[in-house]
């Protein structure tokens, strides 16, 4: 069974700064997706950034990137010139690309991300 | 598009109450999916169902149960409730069969049992 591993469950910043959210996962397959959601106090799951694991490239969206590192089963957020509205919870997340059944997604235990004015 | 909405948005329930969890969904997602939030464990799946008449088991399906009777529908049903089912449980649906398939999810359901 697939297994996600967020070991930092607190984290800060300085507004403006940048910071970089850890996240493993263990897996015997070779093809997968992994996710950023982002949870603030309104409770919604928001999607903050995916990426699929046949490609190489690191996906960004805006000020959210990744660090996609297959062999190592590692990926990475980190949130430049973060903001005061990117205070949440973050989960990552992993979905085998098999096919055939649920499409589940695996998700790690979340990282309280606090930013500082 | 108002996209996945859940009824109730908060409950406080009996143990050894029934209660169904609703969610409806408008995008024509064929796959649906229910979630439980506990604080300290994330999100564990409980229940999904990759189309209309078809659903599975998830993590967690233990007290719970689902039906999919059209696309847009997947009620979760607490039978009996124990304390133990307090908890967020989030619908989520998905488009299966796209190569960059994603997850959306609704709101959340807060449910106290007591």
């Known amino acids: 069974a697939q297994t996600v591993t967020q070991s930092q469950p607190e984290m800060s910043v300085q507004e403006a700064e940048t910071v970089t959210l850890s996240c493993t996962y263990d897996t015997s397959e070779s093809d997968y997706y992994l996710f950023w959601y982002k949870q603030p106090p309104s409770r919604q799951m928001i999607l903050v950034i995916r990426q699929e694991a046949y490609k190489q490239q690191n996906a960004t969206e805006n000020r959210f990137s990744v660090n996609f590192q297959k062999a190592a089963k590692s990926f990475s957020l980190k949130i430049s010139d973060s903001q005061l509205g990117d205070a949440a919870m973050y989960f990552c997340?992993?979905?085998?690309?098999?096919?055939?059944?649920?499409?589940?997604?695996?998700f790690g235990k979340g990282t309280k991300l606090t930013v500082n004015p | 598009i108002a996209g996945i909405t859940q009824a109730p948005t908060s409950q406080i329930l009996a143990a050894g109450r029934r209660m169904t969890l609703r969610c409806t969904q408008d995008m024509r997602h064929n796959a649906m999916y229910w979630y439980r939030q506990d604080l300290g464990l994330g999100l564990r799946l409980i229940h999904y169902?990759?189309?209309?008449?078809?659903?599975g088991k998830g993590e967690v399906p233990d007290g719970y149960s689902v039906s999919r009777a059209n696309t847009d529908d997947f009620p979760l049903t607490l039978a009996s409730a124990v304390p133990s089912q307090t908890s967020v449980y989030f619908c989520a649906s998905s488009l299966m069969g796209l190569p960059q398939e994603t997850q959306y999810f609704g709101p959340g359901t807060r449910l106290l049992v007591l």
């Open positions: 997340a992993y979905r085998s690309a098999l096919g055939g059944g649920s499409e589940k997604l695996v």
């Open positions: 169902s990759n189309t209309a008449g078809t659903t």
